[in-house]
């Protein structure tokens, strides 16, 4: 497994394995590696001759400088973990090789980057799309793997993708849990014990929300799974939505013929955890 940090010399290999009709999958990661990114790994393998994953911890898609100063980094770890895979490449590198100017692009999303997180982190969107966008040109992949977790962020890059004609298929990839539910994230390396087994309640009222539907109006059930989240000491409920995944506008009525998606931010102590349920 390479390790690269030079653009130049990342393309140099690109072009190199692209002449020998190589595939190129992308997988997109801001290092302190689980599971999930590894799930990710295993699907583009299955779909690339070459996969290339970037480690990257990007200053412009964090509204709260804490929140990017707490940003767990695990490089060594990070590298170990991936040569234990068939990743061919790791590009990871620094802020002022990615950024050698200010980005001052400001890209348009409309509705998609208004609700949920882009309400919650203003500017959030914006920066991922700045730092996407910059992969994309400099990796050129055939096809770029998002996970589903981060539903909100899958939908605008594929939008992303549609207003740039970017030649590239985005692979949304499932959600992979701990064995009690919780959804594997970066952030929960920061939870305490105790805030960590209790942050699993917010699946579990995934669950039962999903179980619920269709014999109480969509109003209810969203405010029940606020209240029942909330009545957990440890988890505070930012928002709850469920949204076609499309456009996502938010459902009034269960009868909607569009694909729903409920979407949550829970306040768990000082770490944000997401999470989302498909609804039939
Ligand atoms: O999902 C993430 O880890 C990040 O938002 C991404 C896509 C790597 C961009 O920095």
């Not at 992308?26 to 689980?34: D, E, K, N, Q, S």
Request: net charge negative; aromatic share 8%.
């Amino acid at each position: 497994m390479l390790v690269v940090k030079e653009i130049t010399e990342l393309q140099a290999i690109i072009d190199q394995e692209k002449k020998e009709g190589k595939t190129i999958g992308f997988v997109p990661t801001m290092g302190a590696l689980h599971n999930g990114h590894i799930s990710l790994v295993e699907t583009a393998t299955q779909q690339s001759n070459y996969v290339i994953v970037s480690i990257f911890v990007n200053p412009t898609q964090f509204n709260d400088k804490k929140d990017l100063i707490n940003y767990p980094r695990t490089l060594e770890r990070d590298l170990k973990l991936l040569d234990k895979t068939s990743c061919n490449l790791v590009f990871s590198p620094d802020t002022d090789t990615m950024y050698p100017e200010e980005d001052k692009r400001q890209f348009n999303f409309g509705q998609l980057e208004k609700v949920m997180e882009g309400q919650f982190r203003p500017g959030h969107f914006n920066g991922v799309a700045q730092v996407v966008s910059k992969f994309f040109e400099i990796v050129k992949p055939d096809k770029a793997f998002f996970g589903f977790k981060d539903f909100q962020q899958l939908v605008i890059i594929k939008a992303l993708v549609k207003q740039l004609n970017l030649p590239i298929e985005i692979v949304p990839c499932p959600i992979v849990r701990e064995n009690d539910g919780l959804a594997m994230s970066s952030r929960n390396q920061r939870l305490t014990e105790e805030q960590r087994h209790n942050a699993s309640h917010i699946y579990k009222t995934l669950c039962e929300a999903r179980n619920k539907a269709h014999t109480m109006s969509v109003k209810e059930l969203k405010q029940w799974v606020a209240e029942t989240i909330n009545q957990n000491e440890f988890l505070e409920t930012e928002y709850f939505e469920i949204s076609d995944d499309e456009q996502l506008n938010p459902i009034k009525d269960w009868n909607s013929p569009l694909n729903k998606v409920g979407c949550i931010a829970v306040q768990c102590g000082e770490v944000r955890l997401i999470d989302n349920i498909v609804f039939e």
